[in-house]
T-cell receptor, first 113, second 114 residues
Framework: NAGVTQTPKFQVLKTGQSMTLQCAQD?????MYWYRQDPGMGLRLIYY???????DKGEVPNGYNVSRLNKREFSLRLESAAPSQTSVYFC????????????FGQGTRLTVV | AQSVTQPDIHITVSEGASLELRCNYS??????LFWYVQSPGQGLQLLLK??????LVQGIKGFEAEFKRSQSSFNLRKPSVHWSDAAEYFC????????????FGQGTELSVKP
């Protein structure tokens, strides 16, 4: 069982370039999430999808868009990358509903120069 | 405002010594509390979680945590630390019906001396 798989693992972008981070889960979970991790700030929620067909903003959505492609896949897009978006990005999934915890991918380390 | 505070950014303990990592939260609804561990370059692994019932919860790798509602705290403990416990530890809080929609603390980095 792969769990939550993120691609790519590393990426360097130039300011203004666009890219999409991919996330797929094979646990048949209803809910999926995108977080960013910055030193000294823990993880902060960017966007989430409580169920297939829905997406909602989290704490830090500016500069990002998401697509819940199907139940398995949830992508995060940076339309015009900025140095402030240099971070480690984590995708997570959960069963949804009561008492379900989140399972995290291995992360994507993104550097914007 | 909803928040999680981990007062200790970095803790160093000797192998075999006991460990306590502190976590305080502010949350408007009934909290659903978690501790996660992150090894370098890795994702987050769930150590334990609490929503209701016995306020002392047991987790994996010999960790336990105690929920104290009056102190808004959820401290993580381990009686005897192993070198492999060196990692970063995150406390988080979220709603019971959406367990991945979390507010994280800043993290505590644990170093273990031989």
């Amino acid at each position: 069982n792969a769990g939550v798989t993120q691609t790519p693992k590393f990426q360097v972008l130039k300011t203004g370039q666009s890219m999409t981070l991919q996330c797929a889960q094979d646990m048949n979970h209803n809910s999926m999430y995108w977080y960013r991790q910055d030193p000294g700030m823990g993880l902060r929620l960017i966007y989430y999808s409580a169920s297939e067909g829905t997406t909602d903003k989290g704490e830090v959505p500016n500069g990002y868009n998401v697509s819940r492609l199907n139940k398995r896949e949830f992508s995060l897009r940076l339309e015009s990358a900025a140095p402030s978006q240099t971070s480690v990005y984590f995708c997570a999934s959960s069963e949804g509903g009561l008492s379900a915890e989140a399972f995290f991918g291995q992360g994507t380390r993104l550097t914007v120069v | 405002a909803q928040s999680v505070t981990q007062p200790d950014i970095h803790i160093t303990v000797s192998e075999g010594a006991s460990l306590e990592l502190r976590c305080n939260y502010s949350y408007g609804a009934t909290p659903y509390l978690f501790w996660y561990v992150q090894s370098p370059g890795q994702g987050l692994q769930l150590l334990l979680k609490y929503f209701s019932g016995d306020t002392l919860v047991q987790g994996i790798k010999g960790f336990e945590a105690e929920f104290k509602r009056s102190q808004s705290s959820f401290n993580l403990r381990k009686p005897s630390v192993h070198w492999s416990d060196a990692a970063e530890y995150f406390c988080a809080v979220g709603p019971y019906n959406q367990g991945g929609k979390l507010i994280f603390g800043q993290g505590t980095e644990l170093s273990v001396k031989p």
